[in-house]
């Protein structure tokens, strides 16, 4: 599927930035949501059981501070 957009989000693991995960994959189905997290104390995946598979969702455990990774995301 071509998606009209992509977003990233960091920290979507976490308890805030699970919700506006969910939000934006709900929401905007014709974007790729690119969930960003390092997966530390407060990263739980158990938190988005609910959209894992959805197919405009991608889950990416990297470091926004690792410049290589961050310019093979996009």
């Known amino acids: 599927m071509k998606f009209s957009r992509n977003i990233m989000i ?17 929401k905007y189905p014709s ?6 997290d390092k997966l530390t104390y407060a990263g739980n995946l158990a938190n ?3 959209i894992e598979d959805k197919p405009n969702y991608v889950f990416v455990k990297a470091d926004i501070c690792d410049f290589e ?6």
């Open 10 to 26: 960091t920290g979507g693991a976490g308890f805030i930035g699970s919700h506006v995960v969910r939000l934006f994959v709900n």
């Open 48 to 50: 988005l059981k609910d």
């Open 31 to 36: 974007y790729r949501i690119i969930n960003l």
């Open 69 to 74: 990774k961050m310019i093979e995301l996009f």
